[in-house]
């Protein structure tokens, strides 16, 4: 009887020591450990884009949204003419970042916040000639949507070719100019706080 305790003595104890020797306490908290990786791969397959565009059309990047930042993913939007007027580029742009991801885009974990019901038109009187109107307040949109909206512009014929957009809402507002920066694409939810009235 008494070797029999002794053996149960000396197992548990050695237990005891294998379970101390690797390091991790226990605890009665629960201990967040953070969100899982994320599996998205951000990167459209290559020749997924379709073939180059034939007369009348042209490749443009357009932002997207992936790991909860935004990222060029190339587009072939349909242009009249070579030299298409800033409105014209704009709400071809704006069309294309309303439509639903591709299944190649949508397997690389793409998605875009830009509503289905926003729609840009040209400057009011007394806005500067670059002026891009819409029919919500910039304010009003969604953030990431809104910087969507920015970082595709940008450069563009749509912003003139400037490295700021102008964007204003359908009241009498002045319109804002809106930068995109490194600091957009990674942190898109600030863009709201980017703008600057222009008087």
């Known amino acids: 009887m008494r070797r029999t305790t002794a053996l149960r003595t000396a197992a548990l104890a050695a237990g005891l020591t294998v379970l ?5 306490r226990g605890t009665a908290v629960p201990v967040d450990a953070g969100s899982a990786p994320s599996r998205a791969a951000c990167v459209v397959r290559p020749g997924a884009q379709g073939t180059p565009p034939a007369s009348g059309f042209a490749t443009q990047s357009v932002h997207l949204v992936c790991s ?3 990222l060029p993913v190339t587009r072939t939007l ?7 007027d ?11 970042l309303q439509r639903q991801p591709s299944p190649a885009e949508e397997e690389a974990g793409f998605t875009t916040d830009v509503p289905r019901q926003l729609a840009v038109d040209g400057p009011h009187k ?13 304010d009003e949109l969604p953030p990431v949507g ?5 970082c595709t512009y940008v450069g ?19 319109p804002k100019s809106y930068p995109c920066s490194d600091d957009t694409r990674t942190h898109p939810e ?5 703008g600057t009235s222009v008087s």
Not at 156 to 174: C, H, K, N, S, Y
Not at 190 to 194: A, E
């Open 126 to 138: 007394g806005d500067p000639a670059e002026t891009l109107r819409l029919n919500r307040a910039p």
């Open 156 to 174: 563009t014929a749509a912003a003139d070719g400037r490295q700021v957009v102008l964007l204003g809402g359908p009241g009498g507002e002045a």
């Open 146 to 150: 809104l910087a969507q909206l920015v």
């Open 20 to 24: 101390t020797g690797c390091g991790i």
């Open 86 to 96: 800033a409105l014209t580029v704009a709400r071809a742009l704006l069309a294309e």
């Open 68 to 70: 909860s930042q935004l």
């Open 78 to 84: 349909a242009l009249p003419g070579d030299s298409a």
């Open 190 to 194: 600030t863009v709201q706080s980017t």
